[in-house]
């Protein structure tokens, strides 16, 4: 299990990375999420919304509301251009910090 | 077995306590009902059970507080991309429009307790207003100088030079002021002034004023403005005076006055006087008060104390700036030593050299609250009475604010369905106890309006009670910012409990109106009733010791005679003193006629007695004095322990005859005093007579040696005991009599009485504001306890009814009521009365003729404390107790 503090950290990557790949909504982002951490990373699904939100305020993300094959509406949430820089800053930090902990720890540098 | 589970309705009992909140939006409930249902499929697909799904859905969304502050962090961002602050301000206009209207209509429903409450706040507020005013105008003396906080006064302590109970003077020598600031760097300017009276002329017009001589660096010290005339000349030469504008008006009418001259009348003699300048009044608030400044050249004594370089009199008062880098103990260590390097040669001095004088500085700030110096310029303040004055505002502020919330508490009760039926509708615990708060506040702010109203139509009878003349309208916004402030103060701090009380019911017992007491609710209450009547306690016990003392002053015997007698000041013409005396004797309203150097209320002359009989090397002994006419005891009507008092019919034979009080006898050890020898004032003489100890100076002091002797020039004043008849035509008989042998002067009287009476104005008025304060510390206790009494009884109306159906009468009912209230006021004063005790011992011991502390005081108080508390609670006793039962059980 990551530590709060770096599960907290690495939300906004983790859903701008994701939205890269394409809109979402809340549920695929959860579902991706859990698939790509195997499980070490998982947090209360309420706790999503607020981050989507956050994000959102601050004009990263767009959303929409759309209606499912269900039926049901759902929100569906896409990068916004402003998204896309953020998510080169938060790319280029993490290389950052994986870079000088593999040198310190005598690693090959896997991220890039 | 066919599943009772709907998931519908789990859905929408899961949605409800999110759809009352505001902190999710319609779009966030449909967002997370959605992942909801979302995760609901995935875990089905993965095998779950529908009902076991949705549980297990719910609880990975997490914690229903946690999502609400998650969303709450991001609720105003979203108000604010999606422009929908307009709404939110009109929901909350809405909920605010719903509060005033049930707080509007709580109050309504109540208005009793309402105008109780208001009442009690309002006059608490108004207290604490003109409380406020007054000791903002006593610690604004002096301020008014630019250099107020680097001015400095020098004075001196005689060691072993005790007069009226102090060795310091505020008076120094004449050559000080210019030695500091020619030899300490760190005196920038120094100044001297002496108080001086002068009789003043021009043409036909004459006037007596009260002024100062100054020299001319007075304006580098003092913010004192000269409208006219140039600062570095006008008060250098002798015969050099500035006035201020209304003595100007006075002598010149609305000619300029600069240039002219004015004559000064002294002695019969007359000398011109050339106005030099106008200078500005002293304001109110300055312990400098003059009416004109005159150059202290003028005053040959100071030419030649200064010229001579005399350092052992001291009749000025230096004032110095000092520079903003002074260090104080620096120069207070050069003080002594100056005093050392220009005393200490003198003879007397190398004898006696513990005698030699110590200056010390005082700053300009603290002479009028907290200087008690012999020959201070003007009466001063006390700062303890500033302390009682904070005290007593403060103790009031709390009885209002103890009203306020045992009130509110008390009257939770009824706003319990209100409280319920908001909890139920989703209102979180913050917005109950702001809406209480807001209330609390709102009421207070209403309670600071009303003050002021209050406080400005009090203000005159409050300024005759302190002598001052307070305005309302000068005092600076910050006053009226602190008033406020009081004002939400005290309404945070009286609504805080009863908010938080009234938020914490369970909602389910207020809707229906069931309440229970819990008893630590009462404890608290009943902790507040008894540290309410404590503090009115010790109020109502300080009054009564401080009436009992001034009545003791008034009424105590000081061992003379105050009533009809007069002094009428003799300035001069003292070689005509036994034709007057004559003249005044003519009329037969006048019983009796001598003269005296001072009031015998106020002895203040204080000598050495050069030598007696049996006086042994090293034995000395000073004694306060005075010099009189013949008749001065038989006028007073003291009396006389041994010998004769001088009478006219029995003049003394050649050697002077010296009348002494008991306690000089006592302290000389003599049993036999009459004829022993004894000089005095360069007077060989002897005893002739022994008077009776009478307190010749204030009650504040004990009695000390007096000697009384006679001089046929040195009186400055003629007692006349006179008849009470008639009064008007016997002033006029004196005042014709003075006018034919001194048509300079002005007739100037006053009673013994009044004047022994002004001796202690002061603590007069202190005491009047000090009782007037602690009654309205009673009645607004009072107000409380009224409230709180007639809630209770509405409380308990059930069980009075069905006691009285058993048999109780209206008596029994009343003592029932008044039980658990007199337990509480008993067990106050059980509190308040030590420290009574110990506030009234502090303050009488500041009279050495003082009333004993005894229990009837108390006794009073308690019974006076008790009638109050009963008299609140009885009406509301006895209407309950007078109530028909059947109204009563009826309710149900």
Same mark, same amino acid.
């Given at each position: 299990?990551?530590?709060?503090?770096l599960?907290?950290?690495?939300?906004?990557?983790?859903?701008?990375?994701?939205?890269?790949?394409g809109?979402?909504?809340?549920?695929?982002?959860?579902?991706?999420?859990?698939?790509?951490?195997?499980?070490?990373?998982?947090?209360?699904?309420?706790?999503?919304?607020?981050?989507?939100?956050?994000?959102?305020?601050?004009?990263?993300?767009?959303?929409?509301w759309?209606?499912?094959?269900?039926?049901?509406?759902?929100?569906?949430?896409?990068?916004?251009?402003?998204?896309?820089?953020?998510?080169?800053?938060?790319?280029?930090?993490?290389?950052q910090?994986?870079?000088?902990?593999?040198?310190?720890?005598?690693?090959?540098?896997?991220?890039? | 077995?066919?599943?009772?589970?709907?998931?519908?309705?789990?859905?929408?009992a899961?949605?409800?306590?999110?759809?009352?909140?505001?902190?999710?939006?319609?779009?966030?409930?449909?967002?997370?009902?959605?992942?909801?249902?979302?995760?609901?499929?995935?875990?089905?697909?993965?095998?779950?059970?529908?009902?076991?799904?949705?549980?297990?859905?719910?609880?990975?969304?997490?914690?229903?507080?946690?999502?609400?502050?998650?969303?709450?962090?991001?609720?105003?961002?979203?108000?604010?991309?999606?422009?929908?602050?307009?709404?939110?301000?009109?929901?909350?206009?809405?909920?605010?429009?719903?509060?005033?209207?049930?707080?509007?209509?709580?109050?309504?429903?109540?208005?009793?307790?309402?105008?109780?409450n208001?009442?009690?706040?309002?006059?608490?507020?108004?207290?604490?207003?003109?409380?406020?005013?007054?000791?903002?105008?006593?610690?604004?003396?002096?301020?008014?100088?630019?250099?107020?906080?680097?001015?400095?006064?020098?004075?001196?302590?005689?060691?072993?030079?005790?007069?009226?109970?102090?060795?310091?003077?505020?008076?120094?020598?004449?050559?000080?002021?210019?030695?500091?600031?020619?030899t300490?760097?760190?005196?920038?300017?120094?100044?001297?002034?002496?108080?001086?009276?002068?009789?003043?002329?021009?043409?036909?017009?004459?006037?007596?004023?009260?002024?100062?001589?100054?020299?001319?660096t007075?304006?580098?010290?003092?913010?004192?403005?000269?409208?006219?005339?140039?600062?570095?000349?006008?008060?250098?030469?002798?015969m050099?005076?500035?006035?201020?504008?209304?003595?100007?008006?006075?002598?010149?009418?609305?000619?300029?006055?600069?240039?002219?001259?004015?004559?000064?009348?002294?002695?019969?003699?007359?000398?011109?006087?050339?106005?030099?300048?106008?200078?500005?009044?002293?304001?109110?608030?300055?312990?400098?008060?003059?009416?004109?400044?005159?150059?202290?050249?003028?005053?040959?004594?100071?030419?030649?104390?200064?010229?001579?370089?005399?350092?052992?009199?001291?009749?000025?008062?230096?004032?110095?700036?000092?520079?903003?880098?002074?260090?104080?103990?620096?120069?207070?260590?050069?003080?002594?030593?100056?005093?050392?390097?220009?005393?200490?040669?003198?003879?007397?001095?190398?004898?006696?050299?513990?005698?030699?004088?110590?200056?010390?500085?005082?700053?300009?700030?603290?002479?009028?609250?907290?200087?008690?110096?012999?020959?201070?310029?003007?009466?001063?303040?006390?700062?303890?009475?500033?302390?009682i004055?904070?005290?007593?505002?403060?103790?009031?502020?709390?009885?209002?604010?103890?009203?306020?919330?045992?009130?509110?508490?008390?009257?939770?009760?009824?706003?319990?369905k209100?409280?319920?039926? &908001?909890?139920?509708?989703?209102?979180?615990?913050?917005?109950? @106890?702001? /809406? =209480?708060?807001?209330? *609390? %506040? !709102? $009421?207070?702010?209403?309670?600071?309006?009303?003050?002021?109203?209050?406080?400005?139509?009090?203000?005159?009878?409050?300024?005759?009670?302190?002598?001052?003349?307070l305005?309302?309208?000068?005092?600076?916004?910050?006053?009226?910012?602190?008033?406020?402030?009081?004002?939400?103060?005290?309404?945070?701090?009286?609504?805080?409990?009863?908010?938080?009380?009234?938020?914490?019911?369970?909602?389910?017992?207020?809707?229906?109106?069931?309440?229970?007491?819990? &008893?630590?609710?009462?404890?608290?209450?009943?902790?507040?009733? @008894?540290? /309410? =009547?404590a503090?009115? *306690? %010790? !109020? $109502?016990?300080?009054?009564?010791?401080?009436?009992?003392?001034?009545?003791?002053?008034?009424?105590?015997?000081?061992?003379?005679?105050?009533?009809?007698?007069?002094?009428?000041?003799?300035?001069?013409?003292?070689?005509?003193?036994?034709?007057?005396?004559?003249?005044?004797?003519?009329?037969?309203?006048?019983?009796?006629?001598?003269?005296?150097?001072?009031?015998?209320?106020?002895?203040?002359?204080?000598?050495?007695?050069?030598?007696?009989?049996?006086?042994?090397?090293?034995?000395?002994?000073?004694?306060?004095?005075t010099?009189? /006419?013949p008749?001065?005891?038989?006028? !007073?009507?003291?009396?006389?322990?041994?010998?004769?008092?001088?009478?006219?019919?029995?003049?003394?034979?050649?050697?002077?005859?010296?009348?002494?009080?008991?306690?000089?006898?006592?302290?000389?050890?003599?049993?036999?005093?009459?004829?022993?020898?004894?000089?005095?004032?360069?007077?060989?003489?002897?005893?002739?007579?022994?008077?009776?100890?009478?307190?010749?100076?204030?009650?504040?002091?004990?009695?000390?040696?007096?000697?009384?002797y006679?001089?046929?020039?040195?009186?400055?004043?003629?007692?006349?005991?006179?008849?009470?008849?008639?009064?008007?035509?016997?002033?006029?008989?004196?005042?014709?009599?003075?006018?034919?042998?001194?048509?300079?002067?002005?007739?100037?009287?006053?009673?013994?009485?009044?004047?022994?009476?002004?001796?202690?104005?002061?603590?007069?008025?202190?005491?009047?504001?000090?009782?007037?304060?602690?009654?309205?510390?009673?009645l607004?206790?009072?107000?409380?306890?009224?409230?709180?009494?007639?809630?209770?009884?509405?409380?308990?109306?059930?069980?009075?009814?069905?006691?009285?159906?058993?048999?109780?009468?209206?008596?029994?009912?009343?003592?029932?009521?008044?039980?658990d209230f007199?337990?509480?006021?008993?067990?106050?004063?059980?509190?308040?009365?030590?420290?009574?005790?110990?506030?009234?011992?502090?303050?009488?011991?500041?009279?050495?003729?003082?009333?004993?502390?005894?229990?009837?005081?108390?006794?009073?108080?308690?019974?006076?404390?008790?009638?109050?508390?009963?008299?609140?609670?009885?009406?509301?006793?006895?209407?309950?107790a007078?109530?028909?039962?059947v109204?009563?059980?009826?309710?149900?």
């Amino acid at each position: 299990m990551l530590t709060r503090e770096l599960a907290g950290a690495s939300v906004r990557p983790l859903i701008l990375s994701i939205l890269s790949e394409g809109e979402s909504y809340g549920y695929a982002i959860l579902s991706r999420i859990e698939a790509l951490s195997g499980g070490v990373l998982a947090w209360d699904d309420g706790t999503l919304y607020p981050v989507l939100h956050r994000m959102q305020n601050k004009g990263l993300l767009e959303s929409s509301w759309r209606r499912a094959d269900t039926g049901r509406r759902r929100k569906y949430y896409a990068l916004t251009d402003k998204g896309r820089r953020a998510l080169e800053r938060e790319k280029q930090q993490w290389l950052q910090v994986d870079a000088m902990l593999a040198q310190l720890w005598g690693l090959q540098p896997r991220l890039t | 077995m066919p599943s009772r589970f709907n998931l519908d309705a789990a859905l929408a009992a899961w949605r409800r306590p999110l759809e009352v909140s505001r902190t999710f939006t319609a779009d966030d409930l449909e967002e997370l009902e959605g992942a909801l249902i979302d995760r609901i499929e995935g875990l089905k697909e993965a095998g779950y059970e529908e009902e076991a799904a949705f549980h297990e859905a719910v609880r990975r969304l997490g914690h229903y507080g946690s999502m609400e502050r998650g969303f709450q962090a991001v609720y105003w961002g979203k108000v604010r991309r999606e422009k929908t602050i307009r709404y939110e301000l009109q929901w909350r206009g809405a909920m605010l429009k719903n509060y005033v209207t049930t707080t509007l209509r709580a109050l309504q429903k109540q208005w009793g307790y309402t105008l109780i409450n208001l009442c009690g706040l309002a006059v608490a507020l108004a207290s604490i207003i003109l409380i406020g005013l007054y000791i903002r105008y006593e610690l604004s003396y002096d301020v008014f100088h630019d250099n107020a906080d680097r001015i400095y006064r020098v004075y001196k302590q005689d060691p072993g030079g005790d007069f009226l109970g102090t060795d310091q003077y505020a008076v120094t020598p004449a050559p000080l002021a210019s030695t500091l600031v020619e030899t300490f760097p760190e005196v920038e300017a120094a100044t001297l002034v002496e108080p001086r009276d002068m009789r003043l002329a021009r043409g036909e017009r004459q006037f007596s004023e009260d002024g100062l001589l100054a020299t001319t660096t007075f304006f580098d010290v003092f913010s004192f403005k000269l409208l006219q005339g140039e600062q570095e000349t006008a008060l250098v030469e002798p015969m050099t005076i500035v006035l201020t504008p209304a003595l100007a008006a006075k002598l010149f009418d609305d000619a300029d006055p600069v240039g002219s001259a004015i004559t000064l009348l002294r002695n019969g003699e007359e000398f011109d006087l050339t106005v030099t300048g106008v200078v500005e009044a002293p304001p109110e608030n300055s312990h400098i008060q003059y009416s004109f400044l005159a150059s202290l050249t003028t005053d040959k004594w100071y030419r030649r104390n200064l010229e001579r370089g005399e350092w052992d009199s001291s009749n000025y008062y230096t004032y110095t700036v000092l520079r903003e880098d002074a260090s104080l103990p620096l120069l207070r260590s050069k003080l002594q030593a100056l005093a050392q390097q220009r005393l200490g040669e003198m003879d007397y001095y190398r004898e006696n050299p513990e005698r030699v004088s110590v200056y010390h500085i005082q700053p300009l700030l603290d002479i009028h609250l907290r200087s008690r110096l012999n020959f201070e310029l003007s009466a001063n303040g006390d700062i303890r009475y500033i302390y009682i004055f904070t005290a007593i505002a403060l103790l009031i502020l709390l009885i209002a604010c103890i009203n306020y919330t045992n009130l509110a508490t008390a009257r939770a009760i009824v706003r319990a369905k209100e409280v319920g039926v &908001r909890k139920v509708l989703g209102a979180h615990r913050g917005q109950l @106890v702001g /809406q =209480f708060m807001s209330e *609390a %506040v !709102l $009421l207070c702010v209403a309670g600071v309006l009303l003050a002021i109203g209050l406080a400005a139509s009090a203000l005159p009878v409050f300024n005759t009670l302190t002598g001052l003349s307070l305005t309302l309208g000068s005092t600076p916004l910050v006053f009226w910012m602190s008033v406020v402030l009081a004002g939400l103060v005290v309404g945070m701090l009286s609504g805080v409990y009863p908010a938080l009380v009234m938020s914490k019911f369970a909602p389910a017992g207020m809707v229906k109106g069931v309440l229970r007491h819990g &008893r630590g609710k009462a404890r608290l209450r009943n902790t507040l009733v @008894v540290a /309410q =009547f404590a503090v009115t *306690a %010790v !109020l $109502l016990i300080a009054t009564l010791v401080i009436f009992q003392q001034l009545r003791y002053v008034q009424q105590a015997n000081t061992g003379f005679d105050r009533e009809h007698i007069l002094t009428v000041s003799i300035p001069a013409a003292k070689d005509q003193y036994p034709t007057i005396k004559e003249q005044m004797l003519q009329n037969p309203n006048v019983l009796a006629v001598s003269a005296t150097a001072h009031s015998p209320i106020r002895i203040v002359g204080k000598s050495a007695v050069a030598s007696w009989e049996g006086k042994q090397e090293g034995d000395g002994l000073a004694a306060y004095n005075t010099a009189v /006419q013949p008749g001065f005891v038989d006028l !007073l009507g003291l009396e006389m322990v041994a010998g004769i008092s001088f009478t006219e019919d029995r003049p003394v034979d050649g050697r002077e005859g010296f009348i002494v009080n008991e306690t000089l006898i006592k302290q000389m050890g003599w049993a036999e005093p009459l004829g022993m020898s004894f000089e005095f004032q360069g007077r060989p003489g002897r005893i002739i007579g022994v008077v009776k100890d009478f307190n010749y100076l204030s009650f504040r002091q004990e009695i000390e040696p007096l000697v009384l002797y006679v001089d046929d020039s040195w009186f400055y004043r003629i007692l006349v005991k006179v008849r009470g008849d008639d009064m008007p035509a016997t002033l006029g008989h004196l005042e014709a009599t003075m006018a034919t042998f001194l048509p300079d002067y002005p007739f100037s009287y006053s009673f013994l009485d009044d004047a022994y009476n002004r001796m202690y104005a002061s603590d007069v008025r202190v005491g009047q504001l000090v009782s007037v304060f602690a009654v309205i510390a009673m009645l607004i206790a009072c107000l409380g306890l009224l409230g709180l009494a007639a809630f209770i009884t509405t409380q308990r109306t059930k069980e009075i009814g069905v006691r009285k159906v058993l048999g109780a009468s209206v008596a029994d009912v009343l003592v029932l009521l008044s039980k658990d209230f007199t337990r509480l006021v008993l067990i106050a004063l059980l509190i308040g009365m030590p420290v009574a005790y110990y506030v009234s011992t502090l303050w009488l011991q500041d009279f050495a003729y003082r009333i004993a502390l005894g229990w009837p005081t108390f006794v009073v108080a308690a019974v006076l404390t008790l009638v109050l508390a009963w008299s609140a609670v009885s009406y509301q006793a006895f209407r309950a107790a007078r109530s028909n039962p059947v109204d009563a059980l009826r309710q149900e």
